[in-house]
């Protein structure tokens, strides 16, 4: 894979790259006009979004930081963006063009004071893993094999200036207003710089691997804080293949469901005991061993839930309430999902839309076993989300809606959801938790 050599880091070359990347858009869109006259609607469509998708993922990947994240975050939102969208953002996940050698050399004694050989008996100057916010190299010390992770030079500096620029296109893309908008922004903007805090991201590491040990079938790497630093991790290399390149292959229902068990065990674990969770659910960040166990890494993205979200949230997962229209509707307004200056139409049509979201997206919490190798269940949640997204009520309403911890615990459920569908897990033990 090609190696990139110098990233923008100051507000203008940043933002002469967007510009850029918006043009070759604009580009795209006068081919697309042509196109739709001599071919039909859906196909000059299709062409589009795949151009644009590539157009826009090429000007993101030379970026990176937290516009290449806000990508990766948007990969995960399968039933709302187009398909060529997802396949190219998905990139972003865990394969990104890596610094060149010169510049992960320069990168690490910026950020360490010294070379990298001084510290380790071998170094790797050649990434074996590139994301959004770092890569990763392997070394070895004392005969141990290491997996370090750089952060990539100015994402950090770069965080609040990216999301501005992102932030027009976010508001379209899922109908935001400019009233009341801050607070999510300010909430992405906050996580994203604590992605950034790799001696927090050590910290939290250790917490949950400590926490969650006891958890069959899971397995966390041991971290080195003496050979970490504000913007470098070391931990243990772990041996095994994406989760993604594992279901690409696996026939083995037996082992899907133990993988499967483990990781909804895991996560259900940190939200119901812990009240915080490892808000960044993609492949990228799980591993699948040569034994069959689940190797869970990357926890610079935690999310604290507070108890008057966590009720209200968590109770509206109960069929009862569900059913109960007064309760139900009571915890909309707790959850501010309805709002005291909604029009008799908005309530009408908020409390609809959210009744028929729930009663389908909280099955699994209906029963005590449920096989989330379901294609009806899935089809059903992504024929939703398409329903909504074109929906033309919904666009002349305000949607902004809800707390700001709805964005990093449904993306936390979507991206669950997803991977335990991509194993095609069965007979999942959905209170197994409990008994940990």
């Known amino acids: 894979m090609k190696t990139i050599d110098k990233i923008p880091t100051s507000k203008i070359q940043r933002a002469s790259k967007l510009v850029s990347t918006g043009a070759k858009v604009g580009v795209n869109y006068l081919k697309y006009y042509g196109d739709k006259i001599i071919n039909t609607e859906i196909e000059a469509k ?27 975050m948007l990969s995960m939102e399968k039933s709302i963006l187009p398909q060529a969208y997802v396949e190219k953002f998905s990139l972003a996940q865990f394969s990104v063009p890596p610094l060149s050698p010169p510049l992960v050399i320069k990168t690490f004694k910026k950020y360490f004071g010294e070379h990298p050989n001084e510290l380790f008996d071998t170094f790797n100057a050649t990434s074996v893993n590139a994301a959004s916010i770092g890569q990763v190299h392997i070394a070895e010390k004392n005969g141990k094999k290491l997996a370090v992770k750089i952060q990539y030079p100015g994402v950090a500096e770069s965080i609040a200036s990216d999301l501005a620029m992102v932030k027009p296109i976010a508001m379209s893309m899922f109908n935001i207003k400019g009233k009341d908008s801050d607070k999510y922004f300010k909430e992405v903007e906050n996580k994203l710089v604590e992605e950034t805090n790799y001696i927090l991201e050590v910290e939290q590491s250790k917490e949950i691997a400590l926490a969650c040990k006891h958890i069959p079938n899971l397995k966390f790497p041991i971290y080195y804080e003496d050979l970490s630093s504000e913007r470098i991790i070391t931990m243990d290399y772990m041996e095994g ?43 990228g960040n799980f591993l699948i061993s040569e ?139 959905i209170n197994n938790f409990k008994s940990l």
């Open 46 to 72: 299709e062409r589009l979004n795949k151009s644009n998708a590539s157009d826009i993922y090429d000007g993101l990947k030379q970026l990176k930081g937290s516009a290449l994240k806000v990508a990766q």
């Open 241 to 283: 293949e994406h989760l993604s390149e594992f279901t690409a292959y696996n026939t083995n229902q037996e082992k899907s469901n133990k993988l499967g068990q483990a990781l909804w065990d895991f996560y259900m674990f940190q939200i119901h005991t812990l009240k915080k969770v490892h808000a960044d659910p993609h492949p």
């Open 291 to 429: 034994e069959g166990e689940l190797i869970a890494l990357d926890f610079g993205c935690m999310k604290s839930i507070p108890m008057e979200f966590y009720t209200p949230y968590f109770e509206l997962a109960k069929k009862e309430i569900i059913n109960d229209s007064n309760h139900f509707t009571s915890k909309l307004y707790e959850l501010e999902i309805l709002r005291n200056d909604d029009s008799k139409e908005e309530l009408e049509f908020f409390t609809n839309m959210f009744h028929e979201m729930l009663s389908l997206f909280t099955q699994p919490f209906h029963s005590e076993v449920f096989d989330f190798s379901n294609v009806d269940f899935f089809g059903k949640i992504a024929e939703l989300g398409e329903r909504y997204s074109k929906s033309t009520d919904l666009k002349k309403m305000n949607a902004n809606r809800g707390s700001k911890h709805f964005i990093y615990i449904n993306r936390t459920f979507f991206g669950l959801y997803n991977l335990m569908f991509d194993l095609k897990a069965q007979h999942i033990k």
